[in-house]
Nanobody
Framework: QLQLVESGGGLVQPGGSLRLSCATS????????VGWFRQAPGKEREGVSC????????NYADSVKGRFTISRDNAKNMVYLQMNSLKPEDTAVYYC?????????WGQGTQVTVSS
């Protein structure tokens, strides 16, 4: 059974950092790109970043470029999102996503709150 499990969220002050983790299982991570999305209260879910299967190609939303870094460790079946210089507008539930065998898979999400 394919699973994605996010962790690492929490409450952080503006300017702080968090590292989100996505533990994957039930599929061969090496074969697939993975993305991070987020959804703030009252807003639609939006793409934050994605990484290719090898890790050689990454993309970021303009709002997080230069502050967030996506990475992956295929040997550990893990995908990460390092978030620096956090802003209140980064507050959201963050989700890990994989598109496998023509189906979207999502984790349960992890809450990130940026507030003083």
């Amino acid at each position: 059974q394919l699973q994605l499990v996010e962790s690492g969220g929490g409450l952080v002050q503006p300017g702080g950092s968090l590292r989100l983790s996505c533990a994957t299982s039930g599929f061969t991570l090496d074969d697939y790109g993975v993305g991070w999305f987020r959804q703030a209260p009252g807003k639609e879910r939006e793409g934050v970043s994605c990484i290719s299967s090898s890790g050689g190609s990454t993309n970021y939303a303009d709002s997080v470029k230069g502050r967030f870094t996506i990475s992956r460790d295929n040997a550990k079946n893990m995908v990460y999102l390092q978030m620096n210089s956090l802003k209140p507008e980064d507050t959201a539930v963050y989700y890990c996503n994989a598109y496998v065998s023509a189906k979207d898979y999502w984790g349960q999400g992890t809450q990130v709150t940026v507030s003083s």
